[in-house]
């Protein structure tokens, strides 16, 4: 005899992209999982890139415009899908504000040799403050790279720049953080 | 090489992108190097760091604002397509030229009655519902063929859609406005009209196959008017 099993899915057990297309069509349920799921990471990263909650909440809430967008083929990760768009949406806020992402050079950018004092121990805070007070074209790479854990690759086609100027930005914004860190800003 | 040549590379060697070779002059030159090795532990213990920040948490209202968004997007997505429809249906001239053309046309047709087709030899797709055949539209010859009427499978399909969308219809039509349900009337009293005329037209001469693809468009008409309004 033959034994047919039904299994019914539970909101909890739906992928990204199948609440991403639930979404698409109209599903509001859907969108509130996905919101659930990711609204934490999307949302942190807006904060540390903005450095206040009511813009970072802006553009997080922004995000819901693209829920119908279907440009979210299932092809790529939802999460850099995702990101991408958070990305897009805090570049085009700096725009607004007249800041422009262009390769930063900070002058003073030296030879550490002079530098040999070791980073005292530090607390989360203090790292926090420092992440706020690098340019923002060290922060964006940094934050991407060190923090959400994004490969130089990823992070040059979410900034539209080379991999090269994504793996020099990120070495000058960990140089500057320690100078920041060590009080010497 | 000098140590500012060493440190320009201390993030890819943390990182691990050096080739095999970099990664070994740069390990034996911080080993030699307090300074340089001093500024790499720092590095690392940044990137460290770094990954155990903690997420924050948005407050709860934002998806509060989220769905109301939402809702607002939704409403006049729903007007605008109430809009379309009023613009198209209300039109006294549309409706009543409409009714008119399929008056006269069904008048012509009868005028040139068609030979009875009989019934067409298909093969149908994997992707046919077969729920959806009545049997009485099934002739099952002795060779095995199948024979299936084409034409009137297809209106029994679109009119049991078309009874489905009616019955979500009636579970949401006393959340309609005044306007809504004008414009609703309308529409369809435009579109029975057009079937009552094919309906006659079919009854005099059951055989006019042009009339059937009328009363077919005719349907499909009425399909979409139903589609439309049950999304409001």
């Given at each position: 005899m033959l034994c047919e099993t039904v299994v019914t899915k539970t909101a909890?057990?739906?992928?990204?992209?199948?609440?991403?297309?639930?979404?698409?069509?109209?599903?509001?349920?859907?969108?509130?999982?996905?919101?659930?799921?990711?609204?934490?990471?999307?949302?942190?990263?807006?904060?540390?890139?903005l450095g206040n909650a009511t813009d970072a909440e802006d553009i997080t809430q922004v995000l819901q415009v693209f829920r119908r967008i279907g440009t979210f083929r299932g092809e790529a990760a939802f999460t850099t899908w995702l990101y991408r768009l958070t990305v897009n949406q805090v570049l085009m806020?700096?725009?607004?504000?007249?800041?422009?992402?262009?390769?930063?050079?900070?002058?003073?950018?030296?030879n550490e040799v002079a530098r040999p004092r070791p980073l005292p121990i530090l607390d989360r805070i203090a790292l926090e403050q420092a992440i706020r007070r690098l340019p923002p074209g060290y922060r964006i790479v940094f934050l991407l790279h060190d923090v959400e854990g994004y490969e130089h690759e990823e992070i040059a086609a979410m900034l539209g720049c080379s991999v090269g100027t994504s793996k020099s930005q990120l070495h000058k914004a960990r140089l500057k953080l320690r100078r920041l860190l060590q009080g010497e800003g | 090489m000098s140590c500012?040549?060493?440190?320009?590379?201390?993030?890819?060697?943390?990182?691990?992108?050096?080739?095999?070779?970099?990664?070994l002059d740069v390990e034996q030159h911080i080993q030699r190097c307090g300074n340089c090795r001093a500024l790499c532990d720092d590095l690392l213990y940044i990137r460290q760091l770094s990954r155990e920040l903690p997420e924050y948490e948005p407050s709860p209202q934002l998806w509060e604002r989220i769905a109301a968004a939402i809702a607002a997007e939704t409403?006049?997505?729903?007007?605008?397509?109430?809009?379309?429809?009023?613009?198209?249906?209300?039109?006294?001239?549309?409706?009543?030229?409409?009714?008119?053309?399929?008056?006269?046309?069904?008048?012509?047709?009868l005028r040139f009655r068609s030979p009875a087709p009989g019934p067409q030899e298909v093969r149908l797709s994997p992707s046919v519902q077969w729920s959806a055949l009545t049997p009485s539209?099934?002739?099952?010859?002795?060779?095995?063929?199948?024979?299936?009427?084409?034409?009137?499978?297809?209106?029994?399909?679109i009119q049991q859609r078309i009874e489905m969308l009616e019955r979500q219809i009636q579970q949401r039509r006393p959340f309609w406005d005044a306007e809504t349900e004008t414009c609703f009337r309308r529409a369809l009293e435009t579109v029975e009209r057009s079937l009552?005329?094919?309906?006659?037209?079919?009854?005099?001469?059951?055989?006019?196959?042009?009339?059937?693809?009328l009363y077919l468009g005719a349907l499909k008409a009425k399909l979409e008017v139903l589609k439309r309004f049950s999304e409001l």
């Open positions: 909890d057990s739906f992928t990204d992209l199948e609440l991403a297309a639930q979404s698409a069509a109209g599903d509001l349920a859907a969108f509130e999982r996905l919101y659930e799921l990711h609204r934490r990471r999307v949302y942190s990263l807006c904060l540390r890139m806020h700096w725009r607004k504000q007249g800041i422009r992402l262009e390769e930063t050079t900070e002058e003073g950018d030296v | 500012a040549k060493y440190q320009d590379r201390l993030s890819e060697y943390i990182d691990g992108l050096l080739s095999e070779g970099e990664r409403r006049a997505g729903d007007r605008r397509v109430l809009d379309g429809l009023r613009r198209w249906w209300m039109r006294p001239a549309f409706a009543a030229a409409a009714a008119v053309l399929i008056a006269v046309l069904v008048g012509a047709l539209l099934l002739e099952v010859q002795p060779t095995g063929l199948i024979l299936v009427h084409k034409p009137a499978v297809e209106s029994e399909i009552a005329h094919c309906r006659q037209g079919l009854e005099r001469d059951p055989e006019n196959v042009v009339l059937r693809e």
